[in-house]
């Protein structure tokens, strides 16, 4: 499966393959078919020059793993490091994070800092840091993935065909320039913007002052030296100060790819509905072809249904309806629960040893007269 971000930074689903497993031929098959449809595009075998990133989110947990720490500091102090615009900002955030955590620096800078970092790829990276676009379209078809492979593949046709059908109409009526989330990404810079001070050097270069840093803007080549306006292709609020006080546009200086224009053309194809299967008509050379099944081989066992957990990713854990805790549910609860406010509690009689055998060596008096003797 290949995804991807459209105009409005929703899910836009480019391929869907079918393999006898998730191996390296497989895989290579199916890049070939997107090399075939797409181009020459952003492993290694079928396109040499791409270039490989990894997800900030995966790399996070490995990180964890490898020096036993789960503390928030160093997680707020990576994520910040990763997502860090320009060189200045990352150097900073780099030195605490390696303070935070003893040996990260050799760690991380093994694995290759252009592999991880916005402020050091080769290419744009946007905002896609993690790999949660891919696990977003697998949860959305987590309840159809046990159904039989033709089944399986109308499902997410009908998905598709309600995607493309809702968001064409909504992009359709949008009435701005930019697409839905864009604006919004722009009316946030706006509002900072408003709190920031210009200083001129010519037509085309500006020192904007924010707080008690300074950023320079070169609109003769679309540069800021907050690293956000050339590497996100979107106006940042420096740039935006410059626009208010100057005759720029702001929709000018925006990726034509964010407009609403190519967000409607990105689904401006239909999905056709297909008919009951005994209206269709096969062709001789295609009903007359008959396809073998995989030779795969077959592990014993019932067949896995969830997903398998990265390194350090934290399972959901179920939550006991009786007591209210975690890790087991009501039927395999064996803690104690109070029946009064005063602090009495009672535990079941499997758990608690004074009622062990009560019931064999109790015996219900046989008249009145016993219970008084």
């Given amino acids: 499966m290949a995804v991807c971000h459209d105009a409005n930074q929703q899910i836009f689903p480019l391929a869907f393959g079918i393999g006898d497993s998730e191996n390296d031929a497989a895989w290579t098959w199916f890049l070939r078919r997107i090399k075939d449809v797409f181009g020459e ?20 947990n490995n990180l964890k793993n490898k020096f ?40 991380l800078e093994r694995v290759g800092l252009d592999r991880w970092t916005r402020s050091h790829s080769p290419s744009r990276r946007y905002n896609i840091m993690t790999t949660n676009i891919s696990e977003s379209m697998n949860a959305a078809l987590v309840k159809v993935r046990e159904l039989p492979i033709t089944a399986f593949v ?34 946030k810079r706006r509002d900072r913007a408003q709190i920031m001070d210009i200083r001129y050097a010519d037509e085309y270069n500006f020192d904007v002052i924010d707080g008690d840093q300074n950023f320079c803007v070169d609109m003769a080549v679309w540069t800021c030296t907050c690293g956000k306006f050339q590497l996100d292709q979107l106006p940042c609020e420096h740039v935006l100060v410059v626009v208010r006080k100057s005759a720029y546009e702001a929709y000018d200086l925006c990726s034509p790819f964010y407009s ?60 006991c309806s009786r007591c209210r805790e975690s890790g087991h549910n009501r039927a395999t609860c064996q803690n104690p629960i109070a029946l009064h406010p005063s602090g009495q509690t009672f535990t079941p009689c499997s758990t608690n040893p004074s009622f062990q055998g009560a019931s064999s060596s109790y015996h219900p008096p046989s008249s009145i007269d016993d219970t008084n003797s």
């Fill in 260 to 319: 609403r224009e190519y967000w409607y053309e990105s689904y401006s194809g239909v999905i056709n509905p297909l008919p009951h299967i005994a209206s269709w008509c096969i062709p001789e050379d295609v009903s007359s072809f008959k396809i073998m099944p995989p030779d795969v081989r077959t592990s014993a066992g019932r067949r896995r249904k969830r997903r398998i957990p990265s390194v350090g990713e934290e399972q959901s854990q179920p939550k």
């Fill in 68 to 107: 036993k720490t789960k503390t928030k500091e160093l997680e707020q102090h990576y994520i910040q490091t990763a997502k860090a615009y320009n060189l200045q900002e990352f150097h900073v955030l780099f030195y605490t994070l390696c303070c935070a955590v003893p040996g990260a620096k050799e760690y």
């Fill in 41 to 60: 595009r952003p492993v290694k075998e079928v396109f040499p020059n791409a270039f490989h990133g990894i997800c900030m989110y995966h790399l996070l």
């Fill in 154 to 187: 109308n499902e997410i046709r009908l998905l598709c065909q309600r995607w493309f059908f809702e968001r064409r109409n909504k992009a359709k009526d949008f009435t701005s320039k930019m697409s839905k989330d864009v604006e919004k990404k722009l009316e």
